[in-house]
């Protein structure tokens, strides 16, 4: 069936350091593909999202491209900051009768320090 | 101002102590889901609701119910709510009119089992 695959956590880098999150995708055809990350006792946000081949998401400094050849949906950050302190989730996305169901990768815990 | 609110925030019950969590929605969205999210694991569709639609996922235990008796609220039921059940539960929301639409989650509600 369609799974994620995320790179195992956890991550602990320093303050301005180079963030890469490496996610793959087994799938029938060519779903949607998302970021959500979840702050430290919250629910999930989105972070980023791509809907076809080739699309790049970005937000707040965080990008991820859509590689159809590779399966791949990596996430990466130039720089990033201890407010990025988070469990980052990558996961796609199944049509449901009328809904949407997504599935996650096991999550990557993210610590940056000062 | 929170457009998915789940109650309690935390909740403790004891094991076969039937217990239910609540959540309500501001974005008058057709569709409604519930997840289970167990301690360092990826989030789990248990069920969702199209309007007044149930679909249940094929692998979701019976122990688990939920009922929508209006558009802004939803319940997830435990019927005997065992060790195993101890989780974060996820409410979500989507308008239902695409395939690749934003899910917006609330802040969940953590379940002990004692």
């Known amino acids: 069936g369609d799974s994620v695959t995320q790179m195992e956590g956890p991550v602990t880098l320093s303050e301005e350091a180079f963030l890469t999150i490496n996610c793959t995708y087994t799938?029938?055809?060519?779903?949607?593909l998302f970021w959500y990350v979840q702050y430290p006792g919250e629910g999930l946000q989105l972070l980023l999202k791509?809907?076809?081949?080739?699309d790049k998401g970005s937000n707040k400094g965080f990008e991820a491209t859509y590689r159809k050849e590779t399966t791949s949906f990596h996430l990466e950050k130039g720089s990033v900051q201890v407010s990025d302190s988070a469990v980052y989730f990558c996961?796609?996305?199944?049509?449901?009768?009328?809904?949407?169901?997504?599935?996650f990768g096991q999550g990557t815990r993210l610590t940056i320090n000062p | 101002d929170a457009m998915v609110i789940q109650n309690p925030r935390y909740q403790v019950t004891q094991f076969g102590k039937p217990v239910t969590l609540s959540c309500s929605q501001t974005?008058?969205?057709?569709?409604m889901y519930w997840y289970q999210q167990k301690s360092s694991q990826a989030p789990k569709l248990l069920f969702h609701?199209?309007?007044?639609?149930?679909?249940n996922e094929a692998d979701t235990p019976d122990n688990f119910q939920s009922r929508r008796p209006n558009t802004s609220f939803c319940f997830l039921d435990i019927r005997s709510p065992g060790l195993g059940d101890a989780a974060m539960y996820l409410c979500?929301?989507?308008?239902?009119?695409?395939?690749?639409?934003?899910?917006?989650f609330g802040s969940g509600t953590q379940l002990s089992v004692l």
């Open positions: 979500a929301t989507s308008r239902g009119q695409g395939n690749n639409e934003k899910l917006f």
């Open positions: 799938a029938t055809g060519y779903p949607s």
């Open positions: 791509a809907t076809k081949a080739d």
């Open positions: 996961a796609l996305i199944l049509p449901l009768q009328g809904a949407q169901k997504l599935v």
């Open positions: 974005l008058n969205h057709n569709v």
């Open positions: 609701y199209y309007d007044k639609d149930f679909n």
